[in-house]
């Protein structure tokens, strides 16, 4: 009965992860300018990325393993906001406005 | 169950190397490239439960790391590349959101 719970619980947590990913991916793509796409992928770097490695932690139990991925989840919530701000404060320096309407690219009109 | 999480990372991958491979600026690749680390970490993650290793959570900690410093160091480097040329332009000069390829 723990098992089926457990195992139900992980699929729906690994599958709202891959979703997660899935809709990143797109909006990194075709997202017009480069802060929206950043925001687009932070959508994955956190919120897909703790889901999955939930899903796979229930899977898992109370081994060394799950220890690992936590140690991974960790690592990834505390350095993708760092990598994140340090991307967005080197594009605002090298003069690349925080404009949505204005400021798209050439390659796909606003 | 984590064939559909393979391929969906998979699909999530090739959609980070084609934003890397167009991005106009410079940033959108880095972007990109930051975005495809992180994919490889879950992927990893995910394999070594699909194919029953548990040793390939080593080598997806090992890669986190690296990731992030690499992502960091590039950033620095541009980031120091853009703060001398605003530095030689001077300040009478204005940048107009013109960025480099």
């Known amino acids: 009965m723990m098992e089926i719970?457990?195992?139900v619980l992980s699929w729906i947590l690994l599958s709202a992860g891959g979703v997660f990913v899935l809709i990143g991916g797109i909006g990194a793509l075709r997202m017009p300018n480069l802060y929206t796409r950043m925001h687009a992928a932070s959508v994955t770097d956190t919120m897909g990325a703790a889901l999955v490695l939930?899903?796979?932690m229930l899977q898992a139990g109370l081994t060394l393993a799950s220890i690992k991925l936590g140690a991974i989840l960790l690592f990834l919530l505390i350095t993708s906001p760092t990598a994140?701000?340090?991307?967005?404060?080197a594009a605002?320096?090298?003069g690349i406005k925080p404009d949505a309407g204005r400021a798209a690219d050439e390659t796909r009109g606003p | 169950m984590y064939y559909a999480v393979t391929i969906a990372l998979l699909v999530t991958m090739a959609l980070a190397l084609a934003r890397a491979l167009m991005g106009p600026t410079v940033y959108d690749r880095v972007l990109a490239v930051n975005m495809f680390g992180t994919k490889t970490v879950l992927l990893f993650s995910?394999?070594?439960f699909l194919?029953?290793?548990p040793d390939f959570l080593d080598l997806a900690l090992a890669y986190a790391l690296i990731n992030f410093i690499g992502v960091?160091?590039?950033l620095e480097f541009f980031r120091?590349?853009?703060?001398?040329r605003v530095a030689e332009e001077g300040e009478n000069s204005p940048r107009d959101g013109a960025a480099e390829r």
């Open chain 2, 46 to 48: 995910v394999i070594a």
């Open chain 1, 5 to 7: 719970v457990l195992n």
């Open chain 1, 54 to 56: 939930l899903g796979v």
């Open chain 2, 72 to 74: 960091l160091a590039v």
């Open chain 1, 84 to 89: 994140s701000y340090a991307l967005a404060s």
């Open chain 2, 80 to 84: 120091s590349r853009a703060a001398k």
């Open chain 1, 92 to 94: 605002l320096l090298a």
């Open chain 2, 51 to 53: 194919s029953g290793r």
